[in-house]
């Protein structure tokens, strides 16, 4: 999947971080998130963070915020008793409250006060 996927609602509460042991023996840590959305019917939609900036960023976000959340879509196919299983995870990869969502649109290019405009002779037509 090439295209950013995303998603707008209320943060309606946020889950423990956890911490597991992989298969591997490594430590793998997440925090599980919920995001209602808005509309005639709101549907409560569980987020995944696995990076350590998300889960900061998603800490200092207050319950009941409106947010957007960007994320990716992973699939994971499994066997267990010899049955063959699917489970869907959407893993946060970015979370924007409304505030600072129009903050970081409002300031994601320079303004300069003192353009320079560059002259030249060599026109092309």
Request: aromatic share 10%; glycine share 6%; hydrophobic share 35%.
């Amino acid at each position: 999947m090439s295209d950013a996927l995303t998603i707008t609602g209320k943060l309606i509460e946020k889950l423990e971080i956890q911490t597991i042991k992989t298969k591997k023996g490594t430590d793998f840590t997440k925090q599980e998130f919920i995001v209602e959305t808005s509309g005639d019917y709101p549907q409560p939609v569980k987020f995944t963070a696995v990076k350590e900036n998300v889960m900061s960023k998603l800490n200092s976000v207050a319950l009941g915020s409106e947010v957007e959340v960007s994320f990716n879509v992973r699939g994971f196919r499994g066997e267990k008793n010899g049955k063959v299983f699917y489970i869907n995870d959407l893993q946060a990869w970015r979370v924007f409250t409304k505030e600072q969502n129009t903050a970081k649109m409002e300031y994601d290019f320079e303004v300069t006060t003192d353009p320079v405009i560059q002259q030249s002779d060599d026109l092309p037509f």
